[in-house]
Protein backbone atom coordinates (compact mmCIF):
# COMPACT_ATOMS: atom_id res chain seq x y z
CA UNK A 1 0.00 0.00 0.00
CA UNK A 2 2.89 2.18 -0.98
CA UNK A 3 2.41 5.69 -3.45
CA UNK A 4 5.22 8.24 -3.92
CA UNK A 5 4.13 11.88 -3.97
CA UNK A 6 7.42 14.51 -4.07
CA UNK A 7 7.73 17.45 -3.31
CA UNK A 8 10.29 20.06 -4.55
CA UNK A 9 11.83 21.50 -1.24
CA UNK A 10 13.09 25.18 -0.02
CA UNK A 11 16.30 26.23 1.03
CA UNK A 12 16.25 25.65 4.75
CA UNK A 13 19.38 26.01 7.26
CA UNK A 14 21.64 23.56 8.50
CA UNK A 15 19.98 21.41 11.09
CA UNK A 16 22.32 21.34 14.67
CA UNK A 17 22.05 18.85 17.33
CA UNK A 18 21.06 20.27 20.86
CA UNK A 19 20.75 18.86 24.29
CA UNK A 20 17.82 20.81 26.23
CA UNK A 21 17.62 23.03 26.93
CA UNK A 22 18.61 24.37 23.14
CA UNK A 23 21.81 26.39 23.09
CA UNK A 24 22.02 29.67 21.31
CA UNK A 25 25.34 29.68 20.43
CA UNK A 26 24.35 26.58 17.39
CA UNK A 27 28.02 24.98 18.01
CA UNK A 28 27.98 21.61 17.60
CA UNK A 29 27.51 20.07 21.10
CA UNK A 30 30.36 17.26 22.12
CA UNK A 31 28.59 16.99 25.70
CA UNK A 32 25.27 16.87 27.62
CA UNK A 33 24.38 18.78 30.03
CA UNK A 34 23.82 18.59 33.51
CA UNK A 35 19.91 17.41 34.58
CA UNK A 36 18.01 21.28 35.57
CA UNK A 37 16.17 20.82 39.19
CA UNK A 38 12.28 20.39 38.06
CA UNK A 39 11.75 22.75 41.53
CA UNK A 40 14.64 25.70 40.71
CA UNK A 41 13.30 28.59 39.07
CA UNK A 42 15.93 30.64 36.98
CA UNK A 43 15.70 32.57 34.06
CA UNK A 44 14.55 30.77 30.88
CA UNK A 45 17.23 31.80 28.78
CA UNK A 46 20.15 30.78 31.21
CA UNK A 47 22.72 28.31 30.30
CA UNK A 48 22.97 24.84 31.47
CA UNK A 49 26.62 23.97 32.77
CA UNK A 50 28.06 20.53 30.50
CA UNK A 51 29.18 17.76 31.44
CA UNK A 52 32.79 15.94 30.35
CA UNK A 53 31.66 13.00 27.79
CA UNK A 54 33.27 11.58 24.64
CA UNK A 55 32.73 13.65 21.12
CA UNK A 56 32.28 10.76 18.58
CA UNK A 57 29.61 8.77 20.70
CA UNK A 58 26.65 11.35 18.45
CA UNK A 59 26.58 12.14 14.69
CA UNK A 60 23.98 13.91 12.70
CA UNK A 61 23.20 14.00 9.04
CA UNK A 62 20.99 16.21 7.33
CA UNK A 63 19.15 15.56 3.84
CA UNK A 64 16.30 16.78 2.24
CA UNK A 65 12.62 14.88 3.11
CA UNK A 66 11.08 12.65 0.69
CA UNK A 67 7.36 12.05 0.65
CA UNK A 68 5.35 8.39 0.17
CA UNK A 69 2.89 7.15 1.96
CA UNK A 70 2.59 3.56 4.15
CA UNK A 71 -0.12 1.87 5.93
CA UNK A 72 0.81 -0.47 8.81
CA UNK A 73 -1.85 0.68 11.94
CA UNK A 74 -5.21 0.85 9.93
CA UNK A 75 -7.14 3.93 11.20
CA UNK A 76 -10.90 3.95 10.49
CA UNK A 77 -12.82 7.42 11.05
CA UNK A 78 -16.45 6.90 11.57
CA UNK A 79 -19.86 8.64 11.61
CA UNK A 80 -22.98 7.83 13.20
CA UNK A 81 -26.13 9.02 12.37
CA UNK A 82 -29.53 8.85 13.52
CA UNK A 83 -32.68 8.45 11.33
CA UNK A 84 -32.73 12.11 10.86
CA UNK A 85 -29.37 12.09 9.19
CA UNK A 86 -27.75 13.99 12.77
CA UNK A 87 -24.57 12.99 14.04
CA UNK A 88 -24.37 10.92 16.98
CA UNK A 89 -22.08 11.81 20.22
CA UNK A 90 -21.11 10.87 23.08
CA UNK A 91 -20.09 7.37 21.86
CA UNK A 92 -17.60 4.84 23.91
CA UNK A 93 -14.76 2.82 22.36
CA UNK A 94 -16.58 -0.01 23.68
CA UNK A 95 -19.79 0.80 21.66
CA UNK A 96 -17.52 0.13 18.57
CA UNK A 97 -16.59 -3.46 17.29
CA UNK A 98 -14.31 -3.52 14.29
CA UNK A 99 -13.71 -6.68 11.93
CA UNK A 100 -10.90 -7.29 9.43
CA UNK A 101 -11.89 -10.23 7.12
CA UNK A 102 -14.75 -11.10 9.78
CA UNK A 103 -12.14 -11.10 12.48
CA UNK A 104 -12.43 -9.04 15.43
CA UNK A 105 -9.70 -6.77 15.81
CA UNK A 106 -8.52 -5.04 19.17
CA UNK A 107 -9.31 -1.66 18.77
CA UNK A 108 -5.59 -0.16 19.95
CA UNK A 109 -6.29 3.75 19.59
CA UNK A 110 -9.74 5.99 20.13
CA UNK A 111 -10.40 9.51 18.73
CA UNK A 112 -12.85 12.07 18.62
CA UNK A 113 -12.73 14.18 16.84
CA UNK A 114 -14.93 18.07 16.38
CA UNK A 115 -13.57 19.49 13.49
CA UNK A 116 -12.15 23.09 13.84
CA UNK A 117 -11.87 22.20 17.98
CA UNK A 118 -8.07 21.15 17.53
CA UNK A 119 -5.40 23.99 18.69
CA UNK A 120 -1.93 23.80 18.02
CA UNK A 121 0.94 24.36 19.90
CA UNK A 122 1.85 28.17 18.38
CA UNK A 123 5.32 29.66 17.98
CA UNK A 124 6.57 32.86 20.36
CA UNK A 125 8.89 35.18 18.30
CA UNK A 126 12.31 35.57 20.12
CA UNK A 127 13.93 39.01 19.37
CA UNK A 128 15.95 39.49 16.68
CA UNK A 129 19.51 38.41 16.81
CA UNK A 130 18.45 35.59 19.79
CA UNK A 131 18.02 32.01 18.55
CA UNK A 132 17.65 30.26 22.41
CA UNK A 133 13.69 29.08 23.02
CA UNK A 134 12.55 30.33 26.36
CA UNK A 135 11.65 27.72 28.71
CA UNK A 136 8.42 27.97 28.67
CA UNK A 137 6.54 28.55 25.09
CA UNK A 138 3.12 30.06 25.04
CA UNK A 139 0.75 27.73 23.44
CA UNK A 140 -1.82 29.51 21.18
CA UNK A 141 -4.65 28.17 19.13
CA UNK A 142 -4.73 28.82 15.34
CA UNK A 143 -7.06 28.06 12.56
CA UNK A 144 -4.56 25.65 10.63
CA UNK A 145 -5.95 23.07 7.85
CA UNK A 146 -7.74 19.94 9.17
CA UNK A 147 -10.03 19.15 6.55
CA UNK A 148 -9.19 18.96 2.77
CA UNK A 149 -11.93 18.50 0.25
CA UNK A 150 -11.28 18.31 -3.69
CA UNK A 151 -14.48 18.60 -5.37
CA UNK A 152 -14.47 17.04 -8.63
CA UNK A 153 -17.44 18.48 -11.24
CA UNK A 154 -17.58 15.91 -14.24
CA UNK A 155 -18.26 18.56 -17.08
CA UNK A 156 -17.33 15.63 -19.56
CA UNK A 157 -20.38 13.99 -18.74
CA UNK A 158 -22.43 17.22 -18.50
CA UNK A 159 -25.89 17.22 -20.61
CA UNK A 160 -28.33 19.60 -20.98
CA UNK A 161 -28.07 22.59 -18.29
CA UNK A 162 -26.33 19.96 -15.57
CA UNK A 163 -23.63 22.48 -15.47
CA UNK A 164 -25.83 25.54 -14.11
CA UNK A 165 -27.47 23.26 -11.54
CA UNK A 166 -24.68 21.85 -10.32
CA UNK A 167 -22.51 25.09 -9.88
CA UNK A 168 -25.91 26.62 -8.22
CA UNK A 169 -25.83 23.85 -5.77
CA UNK A 170 -22.55 23.67 -5.24
CA UNK A 171 -22.18 27.31 -4.53
CA UNK A 172 -24.92 27.55 -1.75
CA UNK A 173 -22.64 24.80 0.75
CA UNK A 174 -19.49 27.67 0.70
CA UNK A 175 -20.50 29.25 3.43
CA UNK A 176 -21.19 25.88 5.42
CA UNK A 177 -17.06 25.99 5.50
CA UNK A 178 -15.35 25.52 8.93
CA UNK A 179 -12.45 28.12 8.66
CA UNK A 180 -10.17 24.64 8.82
CA UNK A 181 -11.80 23.43 6.19
CA UNK A 182 -9.56 23.99 2.68
CA UNK A 183 -11.96 22.97 -0.68
CA UNK A 184 -10.22 22.77 -4.22
CA UNK A 185 -12.65 22.75 -7.28
CA UNK A 186 -11.49 20.62 -10.15
CA UNK A 187 -13.27 19.75 -13.17
CA UNK A 188 -13.17 16.38 -15.13
CA UNK A 189 -11.83 18.10 -18.65
CA UNK A 190 -9.15 19.96 -16.69
CA UNK A 191 -10.62 23.13 -17.49
CA UNK A 192 -10.86 24.38 -13.56
CA UNK A 193 -7.89 23.74 -11.24
CA UNK A 194 -8.70 25.82 -8.28
CA UNK A 195 -6.11 24.65 -5.34
CA UNK A 196 -7.14 24.08 -2.01
CA UNK A 197 -8.36 27.21 -0.14
CA UNK A 198 -10.58 29.12 2.24
CA UNK A 199 -10.81 32.10 -0.06
CA UNK A 200 -14.59 31.63 -1.08
CA UNK A 201 -14.40 34.48 -3.74
CA UNK A 202 -12.00 32.33 -5.30
CA UNK A 203 -14.56 29.03 -4.80
CA UNK A 204 -17.27 31.04 -5.85
CA UNK A 205 -15.38 32.35 -9.47
CA UNK A 206 -14.36 29.16 -10.02
CA UNK A 207 -17.81 27.37 -9.66
CA UNK A 208 -19.04 30.15 -12.21
CA UNK A 209 -17.06 29.28 -14.94
CA UNK A 210 -17.99 25.67 -14.80
CA UNK A 211 -19.41 24.63 -18.02
CA UNK A 212 -20.53 21.47 -20.42
CA UNK A 213 -17.49 20.75 -22.33
CA UNK A 214 -18.73 18.03 -24.60
CA UNK A 215 -22.07 17.41 -26.89
CA UNK A 216 -23.17 14.46 -27.72
CA UNK A 217 -25.72 13.47 -30.39
CA UNK A 218 -28.75 15.70 -29.82
CA UNK A 219 -30.89 13.40 -32.86
CA UNK A 220 -31.38 10.85 -32.25
CA UNK A 221 -30.21 10.98 -28.61
CA UNK A 222 -28.32 7.81 -27.96
CA UNK A 223 -26.77 7.20 -24.17
CA UNK A 224 -23.50 5.02 -23.85
CA UNK A 225 -26.11 2.19 -22.14
CA UNK A 226 -28.13 1.97 -25.25
CA UNK A 227 -25.03 1.93 -27.54
CA UNK A 228 -24.12 -0.64 -25.75
CA UNK A 229 -27.12 -2.86 -25.99
CA UNK A 230 -27.21 -2.13 -30.18
CA UNK A 231 -23.57 -2.96 -30.85
CA UNK A 232 -22.60 -5.40 -27.75
CA UNK A 233 -26.12 -7.15 -26.76
CA UNK A 234 -27.71 -7.02 -30.26
CA UNK A 235 -30.62 -5.72 -28.36
CA UNK A 236 -33.57 -5.13 -31.25
CA UNK A 237 -35.47 -2.76 -28.82
CA UNK A 238 -33.02 -0.49 -28.37
CA UNK A 239 -32.30 -0.22 -31.84
CA UNK A 240 -36.28 0.49 -32.26
CA UNK A 241 -36.69 2.92 -30.07
CA UNK A 242 -33.21 4.76 -31.58
CA UNK A 243 -35.29 4.82 -34.67
CA UNK A 244 -38.54 6.04 -33.09
CA UNK A 245 -36.38 8.93 -32.29
CA UNK A 246 -34.91 9.85 -35.28
CA UNK A 247 -38.04 9.43 -37.15
CA UNK A 248 -39.92 12.03 -34.34
CA UNK A 249 -36.51 14.53 -33.95
CA UNK A 250 -34.54 14.17 -37.37
CA UNK A 251 -35.16 15.78 -40.55
CA UNK A 252 -35.13 12.59 -42.59
CA UNK A 253 -34.78 12.61 -47.07
CA UNK A 254 -37.88 12.01 -48.78
CA UNK A 255 -36.63 10.22 -51.61
CA UNK A 256 -36.15 7.67 -52.31
CA UNK A 257 -39.73 7.44 -51.48
CA UNK A 258 -39.55 3.78 -50.65
CA UNK A 259 -40.22 3.26 -47.10
CA UNK A 260 -37.83 0.41 -46.99
CA UNK A 261 -34.83 2.31 -48.31
CA UNK A 262 -35.72 5.51 -46.20
CA UNK A 263 -35.56 2.55 -43.09
CA UNK A 264 -32.75 0.97 -44.25
CA UNK A 265 -30.74 4.41 -44.71
CA UNK A 266 -32.15 5.40 -40.76
CA UNK A 267 -31.02 2.09 -39.14
CA UNK A 268 -27.45 2.52 -41.07
CA UNK A 269 -27.09 6.09 -39.25
CA UNK A 270 -28.73 5.20 -35.99
CA UNK A 271 -25.88 2.32 -36.07
CA UNK A 272 -22.97 4.42 -36.67
CA UNK A 273 -24.07 7.45 -34.41
CA UNK A 274 -24.17 4.37 -31.85
CA UNK A 275 -20.56 3.16 -32.45
CA UNK A 276 -19.47 6.97 -32.55
CA UNK A 277 -21.30 7.42 -28.79
CA UNK A 278 -19.12 4.47 -27.28
CA UNK A 279 -15.81 5.10 -28.92
CA UNK A 280 -16.50 9.18 -27.44
CA UNK A 281 -17.94 7.54 -23.96
CA UNK A 282 -14.72 5.00 -23.79
CA UNK A 283 -12.05 7.81 -24.61
CA UNK A 284 -14.45 10.29 -22.21
CA UNK A 285 -14.17 7.48 -19.36
CA UNK A 286 -10.74 6.67 -19.55
CA UNK A 287 -9.93 10.64 -19.47
CA UNK A 288 -12.19 10.72 -16.44
CA UNK A 289 -10.32 8.12 -14.78
CA UNK A 290 -6.83 9.46 -15.39
CA UNK A 291 -8.11 12.83 -14.18
CA UNK A 292 -9.43 11.34 -11.10
CA UNK A 293 -5.72 9.82 -10.16
CA UNK A 294 -4.41 12.98 -10.80
CA UNK A 295 -6.41 14.71 -8.50
CA UNK A 296 -5.97 11.69 -5.69
CA UNK A 297 -2.79 12.28 -6.05
CA UNK A 298 -2.77 15.83 -5.10
CA UNK A 299 -4.85 14.95 -2.40
CA UNK A 300 -2.91 12.53 -1.04
CA UNK A 301 -0.10 15.27 -0.26
CA UNK A 302 -1.90 17.40 1.95
CA UNK A 303 -1.69 17.00 5.23
CA UNK A 304 -4.99 16.40 6.74
CA UNK A 305 -8.20 14.82 6.79
CA UNK A 306 -8.99 13.60 2.98
CA UNK A 307 -12.38 13.78 1.24
CA UNK A 308 -13.21 13.74 -2.50
CA UNK A 309 -16.63 14.97 -3.54
CA UNK A 310 -17.69 13.35 -7.37
CA UNK A 311 -20.35 14.99 -8.92
CA UNK A 312 -21.40 13.10 -12.28
CA UNK A 313 -24.25 12.26 -14.22
CA UNK A 314 -23.98 9.79 -17.19
CA UNK A 315 -20.70 8.22 -16.23
CA UNK A 316 -20.27 4.01 -18.01
CA UNK A 317 -17.82 2.32 -19.94
CA UNK A 318 -17.27 -1.29 -21.29
CA UNK A 319 -14.04 -1.02 -18.95
CA UNK A 320 -15.59 0.77 -15.61
CA UNK A 321 -15.16 -2.05 -13.14
CA UNK A 322 -11.65 -2.97 -14.79
CA UNK A 323 -10.95 1.23 -14.44
CA UNK A 324 -11.92 1.30 -11.14
CA UNK A 325 -10.50 -0.87 -9.22
CA UNK A 326 -7.04 1.00 -9.19
CA UNK A 327 -9.05 4.67 -8.44
CA UNK A 328 -10.42 2.77 -5.65
CA UNK A 329 -7.18 0.85 -4.27
CA UNK A 330 -5.38 4.87 -4.54
CA UNK A 331 -7.54 6.27 -2.50
CA UNK A 332 -7.65 3.92 0.47
CA UNK A 333 -3.57 3.87 0.09
CA UNK A 334 -4.10 7.79 1.30
CA UNK A 335 -6.57 7.73 3.51
CA UNK A 336 -9.03 9.36 1.11
CA UNK A 337 -12.80 8.93 1.17
CA UNK A 338 -14.58 9.56 -2.15
CA UNK A 339 -18.13 10.52 -1.47
CA UNK A 340 -20.17 10.70 -5.41
CA UNK A 341 -23.19 12.88 -5.95
CA UNK A 342 -25.61 11.87 -9.00
CA UNK A 343 -26.42 14.86 -10.39
CA UNK A 344 -29.24 13.64 -13.07
CA UNK A 345 -31.64 13.59 -9.71
CA UNK A 346 -35.26 12.19 -10.89
CA UNK A 347 -35.66 10.81 -14.16
CA UNK A 348 -39.39 12.36 -15.51
CA UNK A 349 -42.27 10.25 -16.12
CA UNK A 350 -43.02 11.97 -18.68
CA UNK A 351 -40.50 11.42 -21.74
CA UNK A 352 -42.62 12.92 -24.46
CA UNK A 353 -40.98 16.70 -24.36
CA UNK A 354 -37.78 15.37 -22.75
CA UNK A 355 -36.21 13.22 -25.81
CA UNK A 356 -39.34 13.40 -27.94
CA UNK A 357 -40.56 9.69 -27.77
CA UNK A 358 -44.08 8.90 -29.29
CA UNK A 359 -46.91 8.33 -26.44
CA UNK A 360 -47.16 4.27 -27.39
CA UNK A 361 -43.46 3.83 -26.46
CA UNK A 362 -43.49 5.45 -22.76
CA UNK A 363 -43.78 2.59 -20.90
CA UNK A 364 -40.37 0.80 -22.74
CA UNK A 365 -38.59 3.80 -22.48
CA UNK A 366 -38.76 4.40 -18.55
CA UNK A 367 -38.38 0.64 -17.87
CA UNK A 368 -35.22 1.32 -19.94
CA UNK A 369 -34.23 4.44 -18.23
CA UNK A 370 -34.67 2.38 -14.75
CA UNK A 371 -32.61 0.17 -16.14
CA UNK A 372 -29.76 2.60 -17.37
CA UNK A 373 -30.24 4.60 -14.02
CA UNK A 374 -29.14 1.44 -12.27
CA UNK A 375 -26.48 0.28 -14.76
CA UNK A 376 -25.02 4.19 -14.08
CA UNK A 377 -25.01 4.74 -10.65
CA UNK A 378 -23.58 1.19 -10.15
CA UNK A 379 -19.88 3.14 -10.57
CA UNK A 380 -20.60 6.15 -8.54
CA UNK A 381 -22.02 3.78 -5.99
CA UNK A 382 -19.01 1.37 -5.95
CA UNK A 383 -16.28 4.18 -5.91
CA UNK A 384 -18.26 5.84 -2.88
CA UNK A 385 -18.81 2.25 -1.43
CA UNK A 386 -14.97 1.07 -1.99
CA UNK A 387 -13.32 3.82 -0.11
CA UNK A 388 -15.86 4.26 3.21
CA UNK A 389 -17.96 7.26 1.39
CA UNK A 390 -21.44 8.01 0.33
CA UNK A 391 -24.00 8.47 -2.27
CA UNK A 392 -26.35 10.46 -2.92
CA UNK A 393 -28.52 9.88 -5.93
CA UNK A 394 -32.71 9.45 -6.35
CA UNK A 395 -32.92 13.16 -5.08
CA UNK A 396 -33.66 16.19 -6.72
CA UNK A 397 -32.39 18.14 -3.78
CA UNK A 398 -28.60 18.32 -5.24
CA UNK A 399 -27.66 21.07 -2.94
CA UNK A 400 -27.79 19.00 -0.21
CA UNK A 401 -26.04 15.76 -1.63
CA UNK A 402 -23.01 18.16 -1.95
CA UNK A 403 -23.39 19.86 1.12
CA UNK A 404 -23.19 16.20 2.90
CA UNK A 405 -20.07 15.74 0.52
CA UNK A 406 -18.19 18.84 1.08
CA UNK A 407 -18.94 19.58 4.50
CA UNK A 408 -17.54 18.00 7.70
CA UNK A 409 -19.81 16.21 9.95
CA UNK A 410 -19.86 17.67 13.67
CA UNK A 411 -18.13 14.55 14.77
CA UNK A 412 -16.32 11.34 13.97
CA UNK A 413 -14.39 8.62 15.71
CA UNK A 414 -11.30 7.49 14.54
CA UNK A 415 -10.81 3.63 15.60
CA UNK A 416 -7.44 2.23 15.31
CA UNK A 417 -5.91 -1.43 15.07
CA UNK A 418 -2.78 -3.03 13.90
CA UNK A 419 -3.64 -6.29 12.04
CA UNK A 420 -1.95 -9.49 13.71
CA UNK A 421 -0.06 -11.82 11.63
CA UNK A 422 -0.58 -9.78 8.50
CA UNK A 423 0.75 -11.03 5.61
CA UNK A 424 2.71 -7.82 2.98
CA UNK A 425 1.47 -9.81 0.20
CA UNK A 426 -0.68 -6.53 -0.95
CA UNK A 427 -4.22 -8.52 -0.40
CA UNK A 428 -7.61 -6.85 -0.34
CA UNK A 429 -8.80 -7.04 3.25
CA UNK A 430 -12.39 -6.24 4.22
CA UNK A 431 -13.24 -4.43 6.83
CA UNK A 432 -16.67 -4.08 8.59
CA UNK A 433 -17.82 -1.81 11.85
CA UNK A 434 -21.01 -2.57 13.85
CA UNK A 435 -22.07 -1.34 17.20
CA UNK A 436 -23.03 -3.10 20.01
CA UNK A 437 -26.63 -1.16 19.62
CA UNK A 438 -27.37 0.15 16.37
CA UNK A 439 -30.76 0.02 16.52
CA UNK A 440 -32.11 3.46 14.57
CA UNK A 441 -28.47 4.13 14.01
CA UNK A 442 -26.34 4.04 10.45
CA UNK A 443 -22.52 3.78 9.99
CA UNK A 444 -20.26 5.32 7.47
CA UNK A 445 -16.93 4.35 7.38
CA UNK A 446 -14.54 2.92 4.93
CA UNK A 447 -14.98 -0.94 3.95
CA UNK A 448 -11.45 -2.03 2.89
CA UNK A 449 -7.43 -1.68 3.26
CA UNK A 450 -4.80 -3.18 1.23
CA UNK A 451 -1.85 -4.93 3.13
CA UNK A 452 1.40 -3.44 2.61
CA UNK A 453 3.93 -5.24 -0.35
CA UNK A 454 7.19 -6.77 0.99
CA UNK A 455 9.85 -4.44 0.96
CA UNK A 456 13.53 -5.55 0.50
CA UNK A 457 15.14 -2.65 2.26
CA UNK A 458 14.12 -2.02 5.93
CA UNK A 459 15.43 1.71 5.46
CA UNK A 460 13.23 1.90 2.68
CA UNK A 461 10.43 0.65 4.69
CA UNK A 462 11.08 3.40 7.91
CA UNK A 463 11.37 6.06 5.34
CA UNK A 464 7.85 5.04 3.67
CA UNK A 465 6.60 5.33 7.60
CA UNK A 466 7.96 8.09 8.46
CA UNK A 467 6.46 10.62 5.30
CA UNK A 468 3.07 8.90 5.11
CA UNK A 469 2.84 10.27 8.77
CA UNK A 470 3.88 13.43 7.38
CA UNK A 471 0.72 14.03 5.36
CA UNK A 472 -1.45 12.68 8.53
CA UNK A 473 -2.98 15.38 11.09
CA UNK A 474 -3.21 12.35 13.67
CA UNK A 475 -0.95 12.49 16.62
CA UNK A 476 1.59 9.44 17.14
CA UNK A 477 2.95 8.46 20.64
CA UNK A 478 5.24 5.85 20.69
CA UNK A 479 7.91 7.78 21.79
CA UNK A 480 7.38 10.78 24.15
CA UNK A 481 8.40 14.13 21.78
CA UNK A 482 7.67 17.43 23.18
CA UNK A 483 7.66 19.89 19.76
CA UNK A 484 7.93 23.70 19.95
CA UNK A 485 8.53 26.48 17.47
CA UNK A 486 9.77 29.58 17.43
CA UNK A 487 10.82 32.48 14.99
CA UNK A 488 12.70 36.03 14.42
CA UNK A 489 11.71 38.48 11.89
CA UNK A 490 15.07 39.06 10.19
CA UNK A 491 12.92 42.01 8.01
CA UNK A 492 9.54 42.44 7.25
CA UNK A 493 10.02 39.79 4.35
CA UNK A 494 12.09 37.47 5.60
CA UNK A 495 12.23 35.07 9.13
CA UNK A 496 13.86 32.25 10.42
CA UNK A 497 11.38 29.51 11.57
CA UNK A 498 13.06 27.11 14.30
CA UNK A 499 11.14 23.80 14.63
CA UNK A 500 12.38 22.03 18.56
CA UNK A 501 11.89 19.03 19.53
CA UNK A 502 12.36 17.41 23.18
CA UNK A 503 12.63 13.62 22.57
CA UNK A 504 12.48 11.24 25.90
CA UNK A 505 14.91 8.05 25.11
CA UNK A 506 13.85 5.94 28.03
CA UNK A 507 11.89 3.60 26.38
CA UNK A 508 14.08 3.37 22.94
CA UNK A 509 15.56 -0.23 22.61
CA UNK A 510 19.40 0.52 21.85
CA UNK A 511 21.72 -2.62 20.65
CA UNK A 512 24.17 -3.00 23.05
CA UNK A 513 27.73 -3.89 21.26
CA UNK A 514 30.69 -4.38 23.46
CA UNK A 515 30.60 -1.33 25.91
CA UNK A 516 28.34 0.83 23.73
CA UNK A 517 24.49 1.11 22.75
CA UNK A 518 23.55 1.94 19.03
CA UNK A 519 20.45 3.42 17.77
CA UNK A 520 19.47 5.54 14.95
CA UNK A 521 17.16 8.05 15.29
CA UNK A 522 15.33 10.15 12.24
CA UNK A 523 13.47 13.28 12.33
CA UNK A 524 11.48 14.32 9.42
CA UNK A 525 10.45 18.26 9.07
CA UNK A 526 7.42 19.34 6.90
CA UNK A 527 6.15 23.07 6.38
CA UNK A 528 2.64 23.65 5.04
CA UNK A 529 1.27 27.03 4.34
CA UNK A 530 -2.20 27.62 5.44
CA UNK A 531 -3.99 25.84 2.02
CA UNK A 532 -1.61 23.28 3.00
CA UNK A 533 0.54 23.67 0.29
CA UNK A 534 4.37 22.44 1.50
CA UNK A 535 6.74 24.72 1.74
CA UNK A 536 9.84 23.33 3.09
CA UNK A 537 11.30 20.75 5.09
CA UNK A 538 13.97 18.61 6.26
CA UNK A 539 15.27 15.33 7.10
CA UNK A 540 17.79 14.86 10.07
CA UNK A 541 19.05 11.32 11.16
CA UNK A 542 21.09 10.85 14.61
CA UNK A 543 23.56 8.34 15.09
CA UNK A 544 23.88 7.04 18.45
CA UNK A 545 27.00 5.08 19.86
CA UNK A 546 27.11 5.46 23.47
CA UNK A 547 28.74 4.76 26.58
CA UNK A 548 26.68 3.31 29.95
CA UNK A 549 27.78 6.79 31.39
CA UNK A 550 26.16 8.82 28.14
CA UNK A 551 22.99 6.65 27.74
CA UNK A 552 22.06 7.20 31.31
CA UNK A 553 22.64 11.13 30.91
CA UNK A 554 20.64 11.45 27.60
CA UNK A 555 17.69 8.99 29.41
CA UNK A 556 17.48 11.19 32.16
CA UNK A 557 17.91 14.55 30.35
CA UNK A 558 16.01 13.85 27.10
CA UNK A 559 17.40 14.65 23.55
CA UNK A 560 16.69 17.95 21.85
CA UNK A 561 16.51 18.40 17.82
CA UNK A 562 16.70 22.24 16.42
CA UNK A 563 15.59 22.39 12.37
CA UNK A 564 15.55 25.93 11.34
CA UNK A 565 14.37 27.16 7.66
CA UNK A 566 14.17 30.44 5.63
CA UNK A 567 10.42 31.13 5.53
CA UNK A 568 8.10 34.48 4.67
CA UNK A 569 5.90 36.06 7.22
CA UNK A 570 2.39 34.19 6.76
CA UNK A 571 0.73 31.13 9.01
CA UNK A 572 2.71 27.65 8.48
CA UNK A 573 1.57 24.22 9.77
CA UNK A 574 4.46 22.27 11.10
CA UNK A 575 4.18 18.39 11.21
CA UNK A 576 7.13 17.02 12.95
CA UNK A 577 7.65 12.58 12.99
CA UNK A 578 10.40 11.25 14.96
CA UNK A 579 11.48 7.54 14.99
CA UNK A 580 14.26 5.39 16.00
CA UNK A 581 15.47 2.44 14.11
CA UNK A 582 15.87 -0.07 16.62
CA UNK A 583 12.52 -0.51 18.20
CA UNK A 584 10.70 0.99 14.89
CA UNK A 585 8.81 3.15 17.17
CA UNK A 586 7.34 6.89 16.23
CA UNK A 587 5.99 10.05 17.35
CA UNK A 588 4.25 12.78 14.96
CA UNK A 589 3.23 16.06 15.99
CA UNK A 590 1.17 19.30 15.26
CA UNK A 591 2.91 22.98 15.88
CA UNK A 592 1.32 25.98 13.92
CA UNK A 593 3.36 29.53 13.56
CA UNK A 594 1.46 32.87 12.92
CA UNK A 595 4.86 35.32 11.50
CA UNK A 596 2.90 38.73 11.00
CA UNK A 597 3.78 40.75 8.02
Not at 22 to 42: H, Y
Not at 106 to 135: C, D, K, Y
Not at 368 to 384: H, M, N, P, S, V
Not at 514 to 529: K, S, W
Request: charged share 25%.
Amino acid sequence: MLHCVCFGLGRYLILLLVFFPLLASGQEVQNPPAAPDANSKSDSRSRVQQTPGPAAEVATTDSPAVFRVRTNAVLVRVVVRDQKGNAVENLKKEDFQLFDNKKLQAITSFNLEHPGAQATPAAEEVPSGETEAPANAAAYPTAVPERFVALVLDDVHFEMNDAVVVREAAAKILDQLLPSDRMAIFTSSGSINQDFTSDKAALRDALSKVTRKTFGNECPHISYYQADLMLNQFDPTAEQLALQDLMACGDLPTQPAEADAVTEMATRFVRETAKEVQDQGDRKAADVFRRLENILGKLASVPGQRVMAFVSTEFYSRRAAEDLAPIIDRALRANIVVDTVDARGLYPTDLDDHYGYQQQAQNVVLSRFRAEEQILGTLLGDLADGTGGNFFHHRNDLDRGIGQAVTAPPVSYVLGFSPQNLKLDGSYHALKVTLENSKGLSIEARHSYRAPKSLQDPAQQADQEITEALTSRDEVNDIPVELRTQFFKKDSTDANLSVLARVNTQNMHFRKEGDRYLDNLTMETAIFNQDGKFVSGGKKVVTMNLTDTTLEQVNRLGLSLKSSFDVKPGTYLIRLVVRDAEGAQMAARNGSVVIPF
